[in-house]
């Protein structure tokens, strides 16, 4: 269980990075202060968690896609920056399944 929760502060950790990279200061703070809900033993909180990583996973696809489209237009390579941002984000979708498990369940009852 305690490897669940560092693989998603981890992966929040790595979001408020890049919302800090854009300067985009709240939704830095809520990627950074998100974890606290782990302290909240409820399945809403959960649940919450869960959605928030899901919603991460789709900004690093998004940021992926721009990085794409940018490089492509400026005749530059893109595949390394596609491959590490994809990655990334199925490491935030990994974090956001893995707290969906029979043991987080149990601790975090409804």
Wanted: hydrophobic residues 60%.
């Amino acid at each position: 269980m305690i490897t669940r929760i560092v693989l998603f502060i981890l992966a929040s950790v790595l979001l408020a990075a890049h919302f800090l990279r854009a300067s985009q200061y709240l939704p830095m703070a809520l990627c950074l202060a998100l974890p606290l809900l782990f302290l909240y033993r409820n399945r809403v909180s959960l649940i919450v968690l869960q959605i928030t990583a899901y919603a991460g996973a789709l900004v690093w696809l998004q940021t992926a896609f721009e990085l794409i489209s940018a490089r492509q237009m400026s005749g530059r390579s893109w595949t390394v920056g596609a491959i590490i941002l994809t990655t990334v984000a199925l490491f935030t979708l990994v974090s956001g399944l893995l707290l969906n498990s029979r043991v987080m369940r149990e601790r975090y009852p409804a």
